[in-house]
C-alpha cells in the first residue's frame, strides 16, 4: 500500500501545492540548514556563511534541470512550509535518485510531508527518468522513517552515508520503479 491511510475511513489530505524553488527561498534554507533542531538528524546546524553556497547550488541544478527543488506551500494561504527535492548521485559507478525533504517546526506532524511526497514520487513517475529513488533517514528519526514506509519505499538496510563532511548513520529505504508504476499513490 502506497502513501494510502491504511485505517478505515475517508483520508483527508493537506492541500499542499509544490512550487519550484526561487531565488527569494534562501530564507527557507537558512531556516532549515541553520537551524539545531532541524538538522538534528544531519548532524547539527551547517555553518550560516555556507548558506549562500547551498542556496546558488539548488539554484543551478534546478536551471540545469539535474535537480528537483520545491517549496512546500500550504493552501488556501499559500503558506511556505518545507521543501522536498530529488536528484541524481553518482554512487560506486552508478547513478543513483534520491529523494529527501524538511518540514518547518511548527507544520510537523500534521501529514503535510506524506502529501508533498506523494505529489513528487507523481511527477516522477510521470517524468519516467529517475528510475528506483533511494531516501535516507536518519537511523532514529521516526517520523521520517514512517514516511518512507508509508510511501511504500522498502527498508534496505542501515548505512553510514556522508553528508556535509559528516557520516551519518541512516535507514537507507529505496521505491523500485516498477513498484511505483503497479501502485497509484
Do not use: K
Request: glycine share 10%.
Amino acid at each position: 500500500m502506497s502513501l494510502l491511510d491504511r485505517r478505515s475511513g475517508p483520508v483527508t489530505r493537506p492541500t499542499v501545492r509544490l512550487r519550484p524553488y526561487v531565488d527569494a527561498d534562501r530564507w527557507l534554507t537558512a531556516a532549515i540548514e541553520g537551524d539545531d533542531a532541524m538538522m538534528a538528524e544531519l548532524g547539527g546546524a551547517l555553518p550560516i556563511d555556507e548558506i549562500p553556497r547551498i542556496h546558488q547550488r539548488r539554484l543551478d541544478g534546478m536551471a540545469d534541470d539535474r535537480l528537483w527543488y520545491f517549496t512546500v506551500v500550504l493552501e488556501p494561504d499559500d503558506r511556505i512550509v518545507g521543501t522536498i527535492c530529488l536528484w541524481t548521485d553518482l554512487v560506486d559507478g552508478v547513478h543513483r535518485s534520491e529523494a529527501g525533504w524538511a518540514t518547518l517546526p511548527g507544520f510537523q506532524g500534521r501529514g503535510i510531508a506524506t502529501e508533498a511526497l506523494r505529489q513528487l514520487l507523481e511527477r516522477a513517475q510521470v517524468d519516467g527518468r529517475w528510475g528506483d529513488i533511494h531516501a535516507f533517514s536518519g537511523a532514529t528519526n521516526g517520523p521520517s522513517n514512517a514516511l518512507c514506509r508509508a510511501a511504500g519505499f522498502e527498508w534496505i538496510g542501515e548505512e553510514t552515508v556522508a553528508y556535509a563532511g559528516r557520516e551519518l548513520h541512516c535507514n537507507h529505504w529505496v521505491l523500485v520503479a516498477d513498484a511505483a508504476l503497479s501502485e497509484s499513490p
